[in-house]
């Protein structure tokens, strides 16, 4: 099947409520065209660079989404268009985004990415920590970034089942934690997880965002 067939049959096939990020690293800017032509406009990206140059060559109207790890001292090239940051990982990450968001006079939604497999490799915060976080006087005080939900990764594995645990697990995070900071905010209301081989799982687990490159563009060859 084409680009433009997958990206059609994908949305056909889940609730319109849940948003498709297309996750277009190391995928060409023909093949994002091919999604743009069948409507889609929220692509994801995970490397600093890969993002700025696709973003300088495509439609202005897509909305760009960071997914990757971010260093601090790349945040200032992406400030200033970045339509979302999905894996904020520290209070320095949230204070550099911060920074260069006000500089550029923008206000950059965000997602506090949450430790959700047991890999030693994954980045994010455990639920500790989230909470000392957003107990921490440092971070209420920024002004030009909204903390718009949570994020997170499951373990790469073939067990579904486990899956599907560590997904409801960031589910129960994300209540206690809009419950406990944001109970008066309309912003907190995403939860971003799930993947080409997961994201049915994460739906059903109550994922409002699944990030999605495989099942859109085909296998990647590094
Ligand atoms: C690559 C990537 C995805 C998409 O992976 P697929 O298996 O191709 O759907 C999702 N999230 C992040 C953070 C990624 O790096």
Sequence with gaps: MSIQENIRKLRA??????????????KPVEDIMQAYDAGHRIFGENRVQELIEKQA????DIDWHMIGHLQTNKVKYIAGFVDMIHS???????????????????VIPVLLQVYIADEESKFGFSED???SLLDSQEL????????????????????????????????????RVKNA????SDHFRQISMGMSGDYEIAIEEGSTMIRVGTVIFGARTY
Aim: aromatic share 8%; no cysteine.
């Design 57 to 60: 060559l495509l439609p202005g």
């Design 13 to 26: 096939e889940i609730s319109d409520h849940v948003a498709i990020i297309a996750v277009s690293k190391r």
């Design 129 to 131: 920590e989230l909470n």
């Design 88 to 106: 904020v990982d520290s209070l320095k990450l949230a204070l550099a985004i911060d920074r260069e968001a006000d500089k550029t006079g923008r």
């Design 181 to 184: 900071y944001f109970a008066g």
């Design 140 to 175: 209420s005080v920024l002004k030009n970034i909204r903390i718009d939900g949570l994020m997170g990764m499951a373990t790469y594995t073939e067990d579904l089942e486990k899956i599907r645990l560590e997904f409801r697990y960031l589910g129960e995070v994300f209540s």
